[in-house]
């Protein structure tokens, strides 16, 4: 059972692309609340086992890796969040393809996913919580005040990575991208434990063809009906 019900928490559940972080981070600023990306928490975990030469297909290292990598969140002089790892600011390593196919991969792991799970409702804190992930409503935060599970197709969410990758200066095509987010879908919608889906409470928004404004309206008037 969760130790702080009184905290209330927005979870903010999809498919990679599907626009979580930049929602959840809009949304939290917003409603003045603090913001979980649990998907960083799963990339760094990959970013540390990469570092440390790790074999992807060997649990045990992997787990004890979970348990044993700091991971701090501090904005930057800008106010941007940075996310530090083992002491590195590995902010833009954990943005990588790369580093997103290493998480999906290695929080298929059971215990991986027990390991962070504490870390993941520390982030509770008064006034509230906006926290985004996978599986934020259906395991983590099962008594959020409000559940919404963000869908686009998988067209358009390749489309929005492209630009937002080409906008920063990486060279990838749209449709390698579009295979590696079918990809990603399947990895994460499969996998036995916490596989991604909607929570039975949830409410479901298609943002194809939806700015990021009116999704932001629409998500903060289900905080205030
Ligand atoms: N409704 C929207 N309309 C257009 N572009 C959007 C929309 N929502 C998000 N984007 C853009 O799509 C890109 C991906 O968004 P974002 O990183 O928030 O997705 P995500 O679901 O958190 O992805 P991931 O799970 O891979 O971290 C960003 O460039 C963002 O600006
Ligand atoms: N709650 C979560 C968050 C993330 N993951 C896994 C699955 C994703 O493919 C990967 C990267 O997440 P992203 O940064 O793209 O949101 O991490 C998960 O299983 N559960």
Not at 13 to 31: C, E, M, N
Not at 133 to 158: C, H, N, Q, W, Y
Not at 216 to 224: K, T
């Amino acid at each position: 059972m969760p130790e702080t019900p009184e905290i209330p928490v927005l979870t903010i559940d999809g498919p990679s692309g599907s626009g979580k972080g930049t929602i959840s981070r809009a949304v939290a600023a917003r409603l003045g609340w603090h913001y979980l990306d649990s998907g960083a928490l799963y990339r760094a975990i990959g970013v540390a086992a990469g570092w440390a030469d790790l074999d992807l297909a060997d649990p045990a290292a992997l787990v004890r890796c979970a348990f044993d990598t700091d991971i701090g969140f501090r904005p930057d002089a800008a106010g941007e969040p940075r996310v530090v790892v083992n002491g590195v600011d590995a902010t833009d390593e954990l943005r990588t393809e790369t580093a997103g196919a290493a998480a999906s991969a290695i929080a298929a792991i059971p215990e991986v996913r027990a390991a962070l799970r504490d870390r993941q409702r520390a982030f509770r804190r008064p006034p509230g919580l906006v926290a985004d992930g996978r599986d934020m409503g259906t395991v983590i935060f099962p008594d959020a005040r409000r559940k919404v599970f963000l869908t686009a197709s998988a067209e358009e969410r390749a489309e929005r990575r492209y630009k937002q990758l080409k906008d920063k200066g990486v060279s990838v095509t749209l449709d390698g991208l579009l295979r590696e987010i079918l990809a990603r879908d399947a990895r994460d919608a499969s996998r036995a434990v916490a596989p991604l889906r909607p929570a039975d409470d949830a409410v479901r928004i298609d943002t194809t063809g939806l700015g990021i404004d009116t999704v932001v309206e629409r998500v903060l008037a289900l905080m205030h009906p």
